[in-house]
């Protein structure tokens, strides 16, 4: 499967622990986007890359989150502190160097904090 | 930054009939519509875009239409079918943060 991958697919935890994502893109990709995503309601955006560069954060992204993506390949998104409200789906994305090139997303890692 | 207000969120319609979605957005810069359709569990995937130098596209069963004058774009589907219900979700592209901003979905059940 060439698509994007992401890990783990499911991810439960106590309140106050951290948690790490990850996401491979597609290959030849070098746009990569982190969204968050609630029961009933559509992707929210997180944060996306160029590259290795952090280009855009959005303001959802409090100080417990920081996402990285290294080499300008595969990409982390660590939560700091989790919440219940951290409770989502993180969906990764990643699209070809134009900007209104389709989205690829992952499957997602769902979160869920007791 | 951009903002996409898509209704309505839940359409139930009988197999063969068509379905519209309607989506509003804010930012008259924005250039770029995609649909995206997710099936319960899945990944959301593109079904269809359109640039904002064309007012319609169409593929198959499936056509978007935009009016950059009033803001708004729409889904239309016809001859729908009972794969066809998913949730889908219109976006456009936040020009100031190059990312697509999404709207909240419209859950489409298509009755045999």
């Known amino acids: 499967d060439t698509g994007v991958s992401q890990d783990p697919r499911h991810k439960i935890t106590k309140r106050g622990q951290n948690v790490t994502f990850r996401c491979d893109p597609i290959?030849?990709?070098?746009?990569l986007y982190w969204y968050r995503q609630t029961l009933g309601q559509g992707p929210e955006f997180l944060t996306y890359?160029?590259?290795?560069?952090?280009?855009?954060k959005s303001r959802l992204l409090s100080d417990r989150f920081s996402a990285e993506r290294p080499k300008g390949s595969f990409s982390t998104l660590e939560i700091q502190r989790t919440e219940q409200g951290d409770s989502a789906m993180y969906l990764c994305?990643?699209?070809?160097?134009?900007?209104?090139?389709?989205?690829?997303f992952g499957e997602g890692s769902r979160l869920t904090v007791l | 930054g951009e903002n996409v207000e898509q209704h309505p969120s839940t359409l139930s319609v009988q197999e063969g009939d068509s379905a519209v979605i309607k989506c509003t957005y804010s930012d008259s810069a924005s250039n770029y519509f995609p649909w995206y359709k997710q099936e319960l569990g899945k990944r959301p995937q593109l079904i269809i875009d359109?640039?904002?130098?064309?007012g319609e596209k169409k593929d198959q069963r499936i056509a978007v239409t935009l009016n950059k004058t009033a803001k708004h774009f729409s889904l239309h589907i016809t001859e729908t079918q009972p794969e066809d219900s998913a949730v889908y979700f219109c976006?456009?592209?936040?020009?100031?943060?190059?990312?697509?901003?999404f709207g909240s979905g419209t859950r489409l059940q298509v009755q045999p």
């Open positions: 994305a990643s699209s070809s160097s134009i900007p209104t090139g389709e989205l690829f």
């Open positions: 890359f160029q590259n290795e560069a952090q280009l855009e």
């Open positions: 290959s030849e990709h070098n746009r």
């Open positions: 976006a456009a592209l936040d020009t100031g943060r190059r990312a697509l901003t």
């Open positions: 359109i640039r904002s130098n064309v």
